[in-house]
């Protein structure tokens, strides 16, 4: 089974600074789906950004990037010029691009991020 | 256009009764998720359903829960016997169609459950 780690459960960042989330993942798969998703206290998911593993260029959305390694099983979110309604739970997720269990996300555990003004 | 919504938001019970949680996707999406997430966990799959039949309910965690969903439109998610350690926030998505490339899962505020 597909397993997600974020080994991170808290971090903190000042307001315009640049902070780095990590992930990494475990499959024996080559083709797949990552994600990052937001959940301020509302409690409502908000995707951040994907990437296709079979595209070797870095997926980018404004002010979040990621660094995708494929080989080491790595998928480190980067927020620029934070905001401090960047502040929630992180959670990164992977997904399989085909077979029995297509469709279903498998989560990590979230990091909660907070940012200082 | 309305998003997925989820009835009812918080919900209350005492352990042993049955609680029925709501969930009405995005009109026009065919595949509908419910996921778990415990108190400082990721997200737990449950179930999925594409139209009204569940090709993958493997993470349901017992016999206890069950899911059901009519046509293409609501989904029932009900937990019998309720336990303590069923207390959990339970998250809707819906998304498109399950079987193209790649479909966005939209996802619902959840329904917090706590089972004293």
């Known amino acids: 089974a597909q397993t997600v780690t974020q080994s991170q459960p808290e971090m903190s960042v000042q307001e315009a600074e640049t902070v780095t989330l990590s992930c990494t993942y475990d499959t024996s798969e080559s083709d797949y789906y990552l994600f990052w998703y937001k959940q301020p206290p509302s409690r409502q998911m908000i995707l951040v950004i994907r990437?296709?593993?079979?595209?070797?260029q870095n997926a980018t959305e404004n002010r979040f990037s990621v660094n995708f390694q494929k080989a080491a099983k790595s998928f480190s979110l980067k927020i620029s010029d934070s905001q401090l309604g960047d502040a929630a739970m992180y959670f990164c997720?992977?997904?399989?691009?085909?077979?029995?269990?297509?469709?279903?996300?498998?989560f990590g555990r979230g990091t909660q991020l907070t940012v200082w003004p | 256009g309305a998003g997925v919504s989820q009835s009812p938001s918080n919900k209350v019970t005492e352990k042993g009764k049955d609680v029925e949680l709501r969930c009405d996707p995005i009109s026009g999406h065919t595949a509908l998720y419910w996921y778990r997430q415990r108190l400082g966990q990721g997200l737990e799959f449950l179930i999925y359903?594409?139209?009204?039949?569940?090709?993958?309910k493997s993470g349901l965690p017992s016999d206890r829960f069950s899911a059901e969903r009519t046509g293409e439109s609501v989904s029932t998610l009900t937990i019998q016997r309720t336990q303590q350690e069923d207390s959990a926030v339970y998250l809707c998505?819906?998304?498109?169609?399950?079987?193209?490339?790649?479909?966005?899962?939209?996802f619902g505020p959840g329904t917090r459950l706590t089972v004293l």
């Open positions: 998505a819906s998304s498109p169609d399950q079987r193209g490339t790649y479909n966005e899962q939209f």
């Open positions: 990437q296709e593993a079979y595209k070797q």
């Open positions: 997720a992977y997904r399989t691009y085909r077979g029995s269990t297509l469709g279903r996300l498998y």
């Open positions: 359903f594409q139209g009204n039949s569940a090709p993958d």
